[in-house]
């Protein structure tokens, strides 16, 4: 599987911006797609992830009411609508696949059960 992230850029606070995020091969294989993103001087860090199987979603608490993540079956694609953006937003983000059967909502904060990354989009949110 290999993804494609797109969709960064710069906005004021307040702002909003849609990330996408294309598998292409064995895009038959993912069954969760999450998002993290790692700002600067700081470790990488979930944002939200949605299973495959019953869409069903996760995000981080930093999160909550302002992002949301979504699937088109029909382009094959994963959004992530960021609304009432934040300078603490600033971060590249990265979408991630994992392939693994059975994973419980609770767990899908932890990278390291991922087994695909994307190659990030850098989103700045200007004060």
């Known amino acids: 599987v290999q993804l494609q992230a797109s969709g960064g850029g710069l906005v004021q606070a307040g702002g909003s911006l849609r990330l996408s995020c294309a598998p292409s091969g064995r895009t038959d294989r993912w069954l969760i797609m999450g998002w993290f993103r790692r700002a600067p001087g700081q470790e990488r860090e979930f944002v939200t992830a949605m299973r495959r199987s019953d869409r069903n979603t996760r995000y981080a608490d930093s999160v909550k009411g302002r992002f949301t993540i979504s699937r088109d079956n029909a382009k094959n694609t994963v959004y992530l609508q960021m609304n009432s953006l934040k300078p603490e937003d600033t971060a590249v983000y990265y979408c991630?696949?994992?392939?693994?059967?059975?994973?419980?909502?609770?767990?899908?904060?932890?990278?390291?059960?991922?087994?695909?990354w994307g190659q990030g989009t850098l989103v700045t949110v200007s004060s």
């Open positions: 991630a696949a994992a392939t693994r059967l059975n994973l419980i909502i609770g767990s899908l904060h932890r990278d390291d059960l991922y087994d695909y």
